[in-house]
């Protein structure tokens, strides 16, 4: 990738801008010999040759962020986004990445889950179809300490989403009508 300018050498902001990253993450690749850089006092100059060999290169093999534009962001959820539709923690997120059960791209320092990957692992639910432990127990007098004991017993289907537990409404319907 060729820059068009006359300058041969760049500070670490105007790497920054070029390579639309964090200084922070120019100041990592530099520490960690990534990106070829000359020391002059407490400032860091980088070559523009050795700048653009590195674009052409290396940074395609350091997390390139596969192209994710502000249109297809409307495609994926945030960490933050799954732990509040599903009442699972954060760091239940994260582990489920880490061990490789949940997919995500890394953008700078935020995780991008696919949406459609989201609704897939998390069965697809659609929660007019279900009961939560709470609406089952307000509509059947059965308290929803019970519920959850039954549930457990699998004496009455459900699964578990996150923190809580979905029950169809199908089924529980008929379980209600059976103890009327």
């Known amino acids: ?19 639309e990253r964090s200084i922070p993450t120019i100041r990592k690749w530099i520490d960690n010999g990534i990106l070829p850089a000359v020391k002059y006092g407490v400032h860091y100059q980088i070559r523009k040759n050795e700048l653009e ?28 986004d ?19 059960k949940l997919p995500a791209r890394k953008s700078g320092r935020t995780y991008l889950l696919e949406k459609n990957v989201i609704s897939n692992y998390f ?20 308290k929803d300490y ?10 009455i289907p459900a699964f ?8 169809e409404k199908n089924v529980i319907s008929t379980i209600i009508a059976m103890c009327k």
């Open 53 to 80: 060999t590195f674009m052409q290169h290396t940074m395609p093999t350091i997390g390139n962020r596969d192209n994710i534009t502000k249109t297809s962001l409307k495609n994926y959820y945030t960490i933050e």
């Open 1 to 19: 990738m060729q820059i068009k300018t006359d300058k041969e050498w760049f500070a670490i902001k105007e790497v920054s801008a070029i390579v």
């Open 82 to 100: 799954v732990s509040k539709m599903y009442a699972v923690k954060e760091e239940t997120i994260r582990r489920w990445i880490r061990e490789n």
């Open 160 to 167: 578990k989403s996150g923190k809580i537990y979905l029950l």
């Open 146 to 155: 019970t519920i959850r004991k039954l549930i457990r017993e699998k004496k």
């Open 123 to 142: 069965r697809n639910t659609n929660t007019d179809n279900y009961y939560t432990v709470e609406e089952v127990s307000s509509l059947s007098n059965i």
